[in-house]
């Protein structure tokens, strides 16, 4: 012993004991969470297992290990991950034996019956294997033409019998032949004039083998070959002529389309300025819209307001839905549940709004939504009705018929559908955006404009009046410029 260790070993007291490397960290935490040390991978005490460490020596986690681990090993994917001590675990139990059957069952192979490490799905890797083996030796000896199956494999080359061989290289011999003439001759109609050598042409497809494979049911077109003319020069002047001939007719038909597109466009234009500017002064003219508790089917009108081309209110009222107003349809609009309190029902106004719209020609924007929604109110309206009917009925009878819902719904829709139709509705919104012309490129149309009428009925109905008078404006002016034109 040197006199170094000598000298070590004495100052060490007999008392003491060195440490175990196993329970030794070998690194200093990262961090601490709750007190308990976070290691980096590799770092914590070599003695410490995860759960699943613990699960593949048949060991569970108790509840107080659970509860308390002594430290962490942070990853990457997990987060930080616990980590407890084996010698407190407790030992699993033994697994009983129908389930390590159906464990068994579950890694046994069903061609060759041995058991395998991992859960199979059909066959394993080794007879998978066996049985690709085997197809490729089949497909060896099976006839690409006629399907043949021999003892020996077939050329690899062609895989084809001698008959089906015969055959392949007789329609390759055909398939560059034609090519060959069509190469060599003339293409003008009629024309039958050499333009080239068959021996140049074949040292060509000679040189592009990959041309003449027989997965390809025909060679490309001879314009393929680099000095390749496709007509004599007689013909190539006629077909020139003939293409810039053409070329003349397409264009000349292109711009008389254009121009007919062009001014059917300004025609359709001038309609819908016209169109608008005659509603302006029209006396049957009236404009319409609601304001509802939604978007949706079941929506119901909380204010309807109708009023005439010249901006005269005729008609505006809030109307009680009988149903809660919604926070997002109230933020909207403004009107709250509370403020509908006392209002009348689309039935209360039903008999004025008769009166307003009979005869007349109702604008709307957006017709489909607000038409939509009058045709909902009319049917529970009507619904009501059908189902008084349907209880007089009953009393009258002393029986309640079984199709009595049916009927009621079906009549309450005809009776809705028959007061539309008895009515003459517009829409405002389609000519207004195609005369705005914010075209869009996705939909393939000219974008839907916001009214910007405040998102009050009667407010709307006096934004569509607006929306009128631009448009009237310039039917106003073109009017002008045409008896300018017509003094001149």
Known sequence: MSTTTATAAEQIPSSRTEADPARVARGKPLSHRAGVPVYSWGQAPPYLRTKTQLAAERLNVTEEQEKAPLAYVSTRDYGDVPLHDPAAAVKMRPLPSSTKARMAARRTCP????????????????????????????????????STVRERPYPKEHRRCTGCR?????????????????????????????????KAARAWLKAHEWLLRPERPDLPSSSCWPDWARRCPPCQKTYDVEQARRQAENQARYEREARERREAEERAAEERCRWAAAALVDPDVLVLDTETTGLGEDARIVELAVLNARGEVLLDTLLDPGVPVPGDAAAIHGITT??????????????????LLDGKRCLIYNQWYDVGRLRHELTLHYLDRAAREAAEETVRTGTVPEDVRERAVAEAAKQAAAWLDA????????????WVGDWSEYHGNNRWQPLNGG?????????????????????AAYTEELEMETHV
Do not use: N
């Not at 009515?423 to 195609?434: C, L, N």
């Not at 998102?455 to 039917?475: E, I």
């Open 423 to 434: 009515m003459h509705f517009e829409d405002v919104m389609i000519p207004y955006s195609d």
């Open 111 to 146: 061609e060759c019956g041995k058991v395998r490490k991992v859960i199979l799905r059909g066959p394993c890797s080794v007879c998978r294997e066996r049985a690709e083996k085997e197809r490729q030796r089949l497909l060896a000896r099976t006839c690409a033409g006629c």
């Open 166 to 198: 015969q055959e392949q290289l007789e329609k390759k011999r055909a398939r560059v032949e034609t090519w060959l003439v069509e190469v060599t001759v003339c293409a003008g109609d009629g024309c039958t004039k050499r333009r080239g050598s068959k």
């Open 455 to 475: 998102h009050r009925a009667a407010g709307d109905c006096r934004a569509v009046l607006d929306c009128l008078r631009q448009m009237g404006r310039r039917a």
């Open 338 to 355: 509370e403020a509908l309190v006392g209002a009348p029902t689309f039935s209360d106004v039903l008999v004025q709004l008769t009166g």
